[in-house]
């Protein structure tokens, strides 16, 4: 049985005199991102089939000014924060889930020092507590002990100590979670961090995205999974890079729990 | 009574010496801006406690790790005695400490065992180095120097060690049954190297080595503060003074929020905020005092760029050397910047003349370096701030992220998309 979800936008409930208990912050990545579209699809499925109270700002969301800020450009990114402070302020948001972990690092850790202060969640920690708590239940024969090895987003892993909450995710799954030789604190960057997915690399031997992924496919891992939309970009490219797209997928956790309730 | 007019004469010239050069260091602090309030004591213990004292840092790469610890704890342990010392020879007493009974006991008996597993390790140290090619221990910022530092530090160590073993070998010989503590593996030495030995030359081979552990005490003190084993003193303080915020944070530039705030809204703002003289930094003036603590406790030990993907993909980057060379150009501007006030310029400058901007947009933030750091050295903070100088007061950054500035201004997104695209994923989405 098939149905259309109408994603809630914020400025709609609020003309209803309504208001969701999250505010799902899509990100420049979910919203115009090709492949982290699916991301951001898979993961409203997941709070469709869960019956969540949410809405995102759609048209009204602007970039936080992360890349801005980490580009070195405070001015810039003082200016977003306005803007988005303005934002969250009007529609009083109290909770927010995010699916990058860079707007989350700047969300839960920086916006407090501009003038927003609230629950910050990143999907994987979203979703492990919705296991946790019995309300996510997902059938266990869709990976069929498929071997899977996590990549730790750095914004998420070193930045705010959360190593295991994806890992629980996947565990849900019936796979064979393997681990890289470098994880949890002493994984390797994708390359993309510190506004680098916006430039070139520097002249070196070798191109990080291409470092990882080796580290990555030499787990023998059929699925690498991520939780961060540049880790996707970087490993995608570095798996294509390694012609390995045939053998290899690389696969959001959200899209691993969407696959497996059949959304 | 000689021997105690010479002690405090040579105690006197070292504590000089010691407190010349600490007054040198310290006054470069003057130079620097704040960072943030010492606050959270009681955190801040509990750091100390964890990653100083319990050397859980460092114990993050095991082999080396735990040479390292025990060394550490057995410098711990070992201080007792030589602050023992120093009453000795002072009061022209011996051992006087021994009054403490089985807690003296404990801690001179482990010291004479830590004595010997530090010598072993420092072997293993100075065998690493040597005769082993090991990457961490080489880098553009390594000069020839620093390697001489290295091997000088792990020698004067080898001998403290020696010669405290030999102090206690002296002592056992001369004191037999009576003897005040015990001794464990001097004891054992003792059976070899004392046994022949009359009473007058194991007084003299105690003398000597009582005289050679102390002197060596004193001028290790000193050279310390020269070499990058200044970290014997700084780095448990460094580690006290952690930044507490999780990695991920960034330090807001209140004044720049000020300033957007103003354009925004001239109502708004603060306008008691004072001005922005420099927008980052672009040289050891505008650093912080806790990019500084970290310079002088920097121990150069290169985990921090055997771990940053830059450096692993064979860019110019490297962590550690952005504070080797904030300790370097300090070291040139700072009696400079003291003496002509903070106006002085040598046209020169931290970014450019030590530090590239190659090297500076190689970072990825990834905190791989700040995570590894034994101490508690930041090195991303820093990085950022020589970033924001080079954008805000140069407009000097890379093409790409120029363009990925201006599509943040036009469209609110880093790419040439617009809000109005925003809504397009939630387009025919069926479950």
New interface residues.
């Given amino acids: 049985m ?6 809630p ?1 914020m400025a709609d409930l609020s003309q209803q005199g309504t208001k969701p208990e999250y505010l799902y912050w ?1 990100g ?1 990545a ?4 090709d492949r982290y ?1 699916k991301v ?2 898979a993961f ?2 997941i709070l ?2 869960l019956g969540v109270s949410y809405a ?1 700002l ?6 936080n ?1 992360d ?10 990114f ?6 988005v402070v303005q934002l969250l302020t009007r529609y009083e948001v109290k909770k927010m889930i995010t699916t990058c972990p860079h707007c989350f ?1 700047i969300f839960l ?2 916006y407090p ?2 003038g927003w202060r609230g629950e910050v969640i990143h999907h994987s920690q979203f979703l492990q507590q919705m296991i946790d708590e019995g309300k996510l239940k997902v059938p266990k024969d869709m990976f069929n002990n498929q071997k899977v090895v996590f990549h730790d987003p ?2 998420l892993g ?4 959360i190593y295991d909450a994806p890992r629980q995710v996947i565990d849900a799954l019936e796979t064979d979670r393997v681990e890289m030789p470098r994880n949890k ?5 994708c ?18 995205y ?3 992924t080796e580290e990555a496919l030499a787990t023998n891992a059929g699925i690498i999974a991520t939780a961060c939309p540049f880790c996707m970009t970087m490993l995608t490219d570095g798996i294509k890079y390694k012609n390995k797209e045939e053998e290899v997928k690389n696969l959001d956790i959200a899209e691993m729990i969407a696959s497996s309730l059949g ?1 | 009574m000689a021997k105690q007019l010479i002690f405090l004469f040579v105690l006197l010239i070292t504590l000089g010496v010691f407190a010349w050069t600490m007054s040198r260091i310290f006054s470069f602090f003057n130079l620097t801006k704040s960072a943030f309030p010492v606050r959270n004591i009681g955190k801040r213990i509990n750091i100390t406690l964890k990653v100083a004292i319990g050397q859980s840092k460092i114990l ?1 790469w095991p082999f080396t790790g735990l040479l390292h610890a025990l060394v550490f704890w057995g410098f711990m342990v070992i201080t007792f005695g030589s602050f023992e010392m120093v009453i000795d020879g002072l009061a022209g007493t011996e051992r006087v400490l021994g009054t403490f009974g089985i807690v003296y006991d404990i801690i001179i008996g482990s010291g004479d065992v830590f004595a010997a597993i530090v010598l072993i390790a420092i072997l293993v140290f100075l065998a690493r180095r040597l005769f082993l090619s090991i990457g961490r221990f080489k880098g553009e910022e390594i000069k020839t120097i620093s390697k001489i530092d290295a091997n000088i530090a792990l020698t004067m160590i080898l001998l403290l060690m020696v010669s405290l073993l030999g102090m206690n070998i002296g002592y056992v010989a001369l004191h037999g049954n009576n003897q005040i503590g015990v001794y464990p593996v001097s004891q054992w030495l003792a059976g070899y190297i004392t046994s022949g030995m009359t009473i007058y030359g194991a007084n003299i081979f105690h003398e000597v080595n009582w005289w050679a552990h102390i002197l060596l005490i004193f001028i290790f003190a000193n050279i310390l503060p020269y070499s990058k084993h200044f970290h014997v003193f700084t780095s448990i303080p460094n580690v006290f003074l952690s930044r507490l ?6 330090p ?2 209140g004044n ?2 000020n ?3 103003l354009m ?1 809204n001239p109502e708004a703002a603060n306008v008691e905020a004072p001005p922005i003289s420099r ?2 930094v672009k040289d050891v003036e505008d650093t912080s005092w806790k990019n500084y603590a970290d310079a002088l406790a920097c121990t150069e030990c290169g985990r921090c760029t055997a ?1 940053c ?2 450096a ?6 490297s962590p550690r050397k952005i504070f080797v060379d904030l300790r370097a150009r300090m070291k040139e501007k700072g009696p400079g910047l003291i003496k002509n006030g903070i106006d002085y310029s040598d046209n020169k400058s931290l970014i450019r003349d030590y530090i590239s901007e ?1 090297e500076l ?8 370096c ?2 590894e750091c034994p101490i508690n050295i930041n090195h ?1 903070t820093l990085i ?1 701030d ?7 007061e140069e407009a000097a ?5 120029n ?3 201006t599509n ?2 036009n469209n ?4 040439q ?1 617009g ?8 387009e ?4």
């Fill in positions: 098939t149905h259309t979800i109408k994603v936008i899509v420049c979910g919203a115009f991102d579209q951001a699809r409203v499925k469709h089939h995102i759609g048209k009204e969301e602007t970039c000014g890349p801005a800020r980490r580009a070195g450009n405070e001015m810039l003082h200016m977003q924060a306005a803007q690092n850790n920086e020092d501009v750095c914004y070193r930045g705010n100590n604190s002493f994984a390797l960057c390359g993309a961090g510190g506004a680098q997915m916006f430039k070139e690399a520097e002249p070196g031997s070798k191109e990080v291409a470092e990882r959304l | 993050r915020e999780p990695l991920g944070y960034l807001n530039m720049v929020m300033e957007v705030k925004m927008f980052g771990v993907p830059a692993i993909t064979g860019k110019k980057l190659e947009w190689a970072c990825t933030t990834c905190n791989a700040a995570q991303p950022l020589m970033r924001r100088y080079l954008v805000m950054a890379p093409a790409g992220l363009m990925m500035f943040i201004e609110g997104a880093p790419w998309r809000p109005e695209e925003r809504l397009e994923w939630t025919s989405l069926n479950a």
